[in-house]
T-cell receptor
Framework: ETGVTQSPTHLIKTRGQQVTLRCSSQ?????VSWYQQALGQGPQFIFQ???????GRGNFPPRFSGLQFPNYSSELNVNALELDDSALYLC?????????????FGPGTRLTVL | QKEVEQDPGPLSVPEGAIVSLNCTYS??????FMWYRQYSRKGPELLMY????GNKEDGRFTAQVDKSSKYISLFIRDSQPSDSATYLC?????????FGDGTTLTVKP
């Protein structure tokens, strides 16, 4: 059973650029959630995808968007990057088969916006 | 005010000490209460989760939930240097998790 993987590991962009981060879910999981973790803070919920549909969104602007593919892998896209977007971006996959869904986190992508 | 407030730390204890980590919350809709451990440059790893008020024990770890006070705790007995990490409390409702900002623990040999 493979765990959650994310790519790339690190990324440096400049303000105004666009970025795409990728996540492969753990085998058998059909739900993926994305979180932003700024330095010294806890992860903040961006959005969740279940069977390719957005299933809940946190307090993030529309320039944060996502996709989930038929194999349940996922992308996070951020347009018009701002300095405050510098953070660790985490994805977490889970099985949506029960009322409690244990989330398994990937190692994250560290994004730096200059 | 944040929905989840976590004692900020950092905490530094000698090996073998009992550690207490605490969070308070304001949203009564939270149904599940979790503790995660996060090592530097890694994603969070689930330690324990609980649903109801009371205690849940797993080895050296005990999670405690008091829904009437909106207060949760994690106790670590016989702490080890390998326990040194950032501990995050989290609470979930309808599949969305809200995290505290973490407490960094250092256990000194």
């Amino acid at each position: 059973e493979t765990g959650v993987t994310q790519s790339p590991t690190h990324l440096i962009k400049t303000r105004g650029q666009q970025v795409t981060l990728r996540c492969s879910s753990q085998s058998g999981h059909n739900t993926v959630s994305w979180y932003q973790q700024a330095l010294g803070q806890g992860p903040q919920f961006i959005f969740q995808y279940y069977r390719e549909e957005e299933n809940g969104r946190g307090n993030f602007p529309p320039r944060f968007s996502g996709l989930q593919f038929p194999n349940y892998s996922s992308e996070l896209n951020v347009n018009a990057l701002e300095l405050d977007d510098s953070a660790l971006y985490l994805c977490a996959s889970s099985m949506r088969a029960s009322s409690y869904n244990e989330q398994f986190f990937g190692p994250g992508t560290r994004l730096t916006v200059l | 005010q944040k929905e989840v407030e976590q004692d900020p730390g950092p905490l530094s204890v000698p090996e073998g000490a009992i550690v207490s980590l605490n969070c308070t919350y304001s949203n009564s809709a939270f149904q599940y209460f979790m503790w995660y451990r996060q090592y530097s440059r890694k994603g969070p790893e689930l330690l324990m989760y609980t649903y109801s008020s009371g205690n849940k024990e797993d080895g050296r770890f005990t999670a405690q939930v008091d829904k009437s006070s909106k207060y949760i705790s994690l106790f670590i007995r016989d702490s080890q240097p390998s326990d040194s990490a950032t501990y995050l409390c989290a609470m979930s409702n309808a599949g969305k998790s809200t995290f505290g900002d973490g407490t960094t623990l250092t256990v000194k040999p």
